[in-house]
């Protein structure tokens, strides 16, 4: 009496299992798609870029889709791509947003996923999309806006008459003295003479301006997190203003030198480097090579003293050399708090200030910034 009463409930589960058996055989096969991403190659820290992307769907079955796209961690989409629905035969989908850039470095964006079922949603099986994309976030530019006093700095590559190094051999004339001249400066002989005539006025001799080849700027890395974030930024607005100013440009680090050049492709592999350093504590590089003539601008937080030695051995093919250090906890961001100071002044930017004048003499000139202070400021 019992097999009887079995013998439909048995064939009735074999049938079933025969029917999900199919079904998951019939959507094993992915459908045909095609993914597209498309947005800007490289953007600056805090920049909101555009993104648009599409899917191309082709299924023989009603299948049921949904597709993943999660953006690097740094990178944060107005709305994440999440979509999905059921589709039969061939299908389109678009979608539109904006990405903020939170931290500078260079991501690989290759997460997107499609997942598909049988009508049901019984057996899901998913699979890989390859679309990679490579996305470069350079460092944001310095808070200050950047003001002519920092041409004189870079020295630009054309001449002019109020832009760029002063020549000590070329005179262009002579101007009332303006307090914060240089004592060097002054023209005695027409002081004196004017204080002769009772005019009691100070002459300064006023030069014509030198330009250097190109800029080289190397960033230090030997320094802290804080201080790599401060640097990069401050290296990012060097760099800019320099090519603005026509004067090719070469960073540097611990990893080599990018190419001296004015084209855009100098500019993206520059501000690339500068994206992709990282601080390494203790470990001092080597200066490479600057290009003959060139400006060569180097940042440090700590100003090691084999640093500085690798400076003066530059000097010998720059035309000028300039150190500048960035002590951690005594150099701010624009607009950033002061932090309470237990201790002074590293041992080693002290022993830079003493030096600052043989250094000089040397033609290495040396900034300390302190508080809210700004190389863009200097000149």
Partial sequence: MTLPILLPGLLYAALLALLLLAVWRLWQRPPAATFTRTLPAQGFAGDTLPLEARLHLRTRLPTRVVLEDPAPLTVVPAAQLRAGGLVWGESRLEFSTTLTLNRRGVYAWSGARLRWADPFGLFWHSAPLDVPTTLEVYPGTHGLRLPNLLRPLLSEGALSRTLGLDDPISLRGARPYVPGDPPGR?????????????????????????????????????????YIESAVRLAASLVQEALHLNLPVSVSDSRGATPSGSTPEALRLALRKLAEVRATPGQVAPLPDPRPGSNLVVLTQGAPATLIQEALRARGRASRVVIVALPEGFYLEPGENPRRQWTGLPDSVRELERKAGVLSGAGVLVYVLRGDMSILRLG
């Fill in 186 to 226: 002054i023209h005695w002989r027409l002081s004196a003479r004017s204080m002769s005539s009772g005019t009691g006025e100070l002459t300064v001799r006023e030069l014509e301006r030198t330009a250097s080849s190109s800029l080289h700027l190397h960033l230090d890395a030997s320094g802290s997190e804080v």
